[in-house]
């Protein structure tokens, strides 16, 4: 079946220090892609997408390119700050007719040292 | 209110009683779902519903039941709760559940403790 593997944390960084959380996936079909963020005591929301492949998301700073040759979504941005501090989730969404939900990776929690 | 509302926040039970989370959208959208997340374990899917009237199991059904008899409300109800349940839970809702545009809005969630 379809997963999604990204990298265990935490993930400890200095404030203004270029990050990457690796997320790989397992899909039959073409899936769209997503990273979304969790603070703490919040649910989670939204930070990017990405829906074909060689499709770049990016937002607030942060961006991920959809590489279906190494069926990859990375997540990166340059200079993280403190406010970053959050747990962040690749996930997956099967298309229209195959598997309408979505499958989330286990969480990759950062800390953010200012 | 814009988004989702899930009651109560936060919520201690003695096992063996039964509880129901509530869960409300304003949104107009199709799909709702219920998640838990435990340390380690990320989200795992509980129970969906597609479109009122309909619902579906997930990836950790057992124990928990669901009903959408509107559009805007998904409670999901612990019949007899027991200490494995103790948890997160997360209501989410999309408008595109047959889409691969399957964007899922997230309440602020229920912290569940179960004694």
């Known amino acids: 079946g379809d997963s999604v593997t990204q990298m265990e944390g935490p993930v400890t960084l200095s404030e203004e220090a270029f990050l990457t959380i690796n997320c790989t996936y397992t899909a039959t079909g073409y899936p769209s892609l997503f990273w979304y963020v969790q603070y703490p005591g919040e649910g989670l929301q939204l930070l990017l997408k990405?829906?074909?492949?060689?499709d770049k998301g990016s937002n607030k700073g942060f961006e991920a390119t959809y590489r279906k040759e190494t069926t990859s979504f990375h997540l990166e941005k340059g200079s993280v700050q403190v406010s970053d501090s959050a747990v962040y989730f690749c996930a997956l969404s099967e298309p229209l007719g195959r598997d309408d939900k979505i499958i989330f990776g286990k969480g990759t929690r950062l800390h953010i040292l200012p | 209110i814009a988004g989702i509302t899930q009651a109560p926040t936060s919520q201690i039970l003695a096992a063996g009683r039964r509880m129901t989370l509530r869960c409300t959208q304003d949104m107009r959208h199709n799909a709702m779902y219920w998640y838990r997340q435990d340390l380690g374990l990320g989200l795992r899917l509980i129970h969906y519903?597609?479109?009122?009237?309909?619902?579906g199991k997930g990836e950790v059904p057992d124990g928990y039941s669901v009903s959408r008899a509107n559009t805007d409300d998904f409670p999901l109800t612990l019949a007899s709760a027991v200490p494995s349940q103790t948890s997160v839970y997360f209501c989410a809702s999309s408008d595109q559940p047959y889409s691969s545009y399957n964007e899922q809005f997230f309440g602020p969630g229920t912290r569940l403790t179960v004694l």
């Open positions: 519903s597609n479109t009122a009237g309909t619902t």
């Open positions: 990405a829906t074909k492949a060689d």
